[in-house]
């Protein structure tokens, strides 16, 4: 399996301010999670203009290592990211791709606590269609 990184500030979102999420207990635990330093941080504290720290850090993480992939779900860092060319992704989309991969069986209940549970907000017309292109 190959890893995923994640820099010093989502960790701290993850592990600290997460905590009590049952998903943050399961990451814990993970093998494939990677904390990775940032080499420059001042290209990170260049980006928390607009961006959260967390995102700050995982654009110019990703500036640094030309990862293949990066999850992002906030629309300004998404905007940021397609600035700088960087491939990403968001939660829903893993989800899609998990159950493509038979990973899953179904994305509406981790759709519906994602939304109920952590506040996942999600356009009611996108959740429609997710459902309905997934044959859900």
């Not at 720290?53 to 293949?68: D, K, M, R, Y």
């Not at 992939?69 to 989800?95: H, K, N, W």
Request: hydrophobic share 45%; with cysteine; aromatic share 8%.
């Amino acid at each position: 399996m190959e890893k995923i990184c994640i820099p010093p500030a989502v960790k701290n979102e993850l592990f600290i301010k997460g905590w009590h999420y049952p998903s943050a207990v399961q990451l814990r635990k993970a093998r494939f999670l990677e904390i990775a330093e940032l080499k420059n941080r001042m290209l990170a504290d260049a980006f928390t203009k607009e961006l959260d720290e967390g995102e700050s850090q995982v654009i110019a993480l990703a500036l640094e290592t030309n990862p293949g992939l990066i999850l992002l779900d906030e629309i300004t860092v998404r905007m940021t990211a397609e600035s700088y060319q960087i491939p990403f992704t968001g939660s829903i989309g893993c989800l899609v791709e998990a159950k493509r991969n038979r990973i899953i069986s179904e994305i509406r209940p981790l759709l519906d606590e994602m939304r109920i549970k952590a506040g996942f907000w999600i356009n009611p017309k996108l959740y429609q269609k997710i459902l309905h292109d997934n044959n859900e």
